[in-house]
């Protein structure tokens, strides 16, 4: 089992290609530059943890974990639901997941100082074969039908070209 937990030094949430949804970062007024977060961190005292991103390699499972749903976390979830906001779903649970590249954009997120290692380890050779272009994918057979529909449209050519040779004569 390898987990991340979503925090940086910016307050900021993290983008995760292979679920194609941003995920909630860990929020800290002591990490803000704003001079009145200050102010209001007497009132929310805590930092609300960020998102877990879990990868279980041997069952090719995955999940999102909110942690504000765990006891350690009570006291800052009835401080959001005491303000009419509701919580994320506990867990969010993902089957036969493309294990190349979860553990490759989890790394990237740790590695670029989005996340945090908090369960397992990395593999020191990370396996091959994980997606990289999600937002520029091509579809895998789209030169196959742009080759059908030329050949096609050569062939109506071909028999046009031959009824107007034939109405020639």
């Known amino acids: 089992m390898i987990a991340i937990e979503i925090s940086n030094e910016r307050n900021c949430g993290a983008y995760f290609p292979p679920l194609d949804r941003a995920l ?7 990490k803000c530059a704003e001079p009145t977060a200050k102010l209001k961190s007497t009132k929310y005292p805590l930092p609300i943890p960020g998102l877990r991103v879990e990868l279980n ?23 959001i639901k005491r303000q009419k906001m509701e919580l994320g779903p506990e867990e969010v649970t993902f089957s036969n997941v493309d ?26 050779k990370m396996p091959s074969g994980a997606i990289k272009r999600y937002l520029t994918m091509d579809a895998p057979d789209r030169q196959d039908k742009s080759d059908a529909v030329l050949d096609k449209l050569a062939s109506v050519l071909d028999r046009l070209a031959d009824v107007l040779e034939d109405n020639r004569e």
């Not at 999102?64 to 009570?74: A, G, Q, S, Y």
């Not at 954009?105 to 397992?120: C, I, P």
Request: glycine share 8%; proline share 7%.
């Open 99 to 124: 294990i190349p590249s979860w553990l490759h954009y989890m790394k990237v997120l740790v590695d670029a100082g989005h996340a945090q290692l908090v369960t397992g380890a990395f593999p020191d």
């Open 24 to 30: 909630r970062g860990e929020f800290d007024l002591a």
């Open 57 to 79: 390699p041997k069952t090719k499972s995955g999940a999102v974990i909110d942690p504000l749903h765990e006891m350690e976390f009570k006291a800052i979830a009835d401080q």
